[in-house]
């Protein structure tokens, strides 16, 4: 799995760093995405993927085969 953010598209909910901490991060100015892990380990990715589902701005992509 290969995983890359929108920061033009993120509105700063948090979802994701609630559901997957280890993968992403807010900044703290402004709440935008911070990838911490692009490539996260297996037992990793169902979190990435419901934080990807449930992300307000669709701005977490997904590649699955890379």
Known sequence: ?????DEEK???AGQ???I???V???RDED???VLLDSEPAP???EAVRESAGVCPAAAIH???NA
């Open 1 to 5: 799995m290969k995983i890359s953010v």
């Open 31 to 33: 709440g935008i995405v």
């Open 16 to 18: 994701c760093v609630v």
């Open 43 to 45: 037992d990793r990715h």
């Open 10 to 12: 993120c509105c700063g």
């Open 62 to 64: 997904l590649g699955e």
């Open 20 to 22: 997957a901490p280890e």
């Open 24 to 26: 992403f991060d807010q």
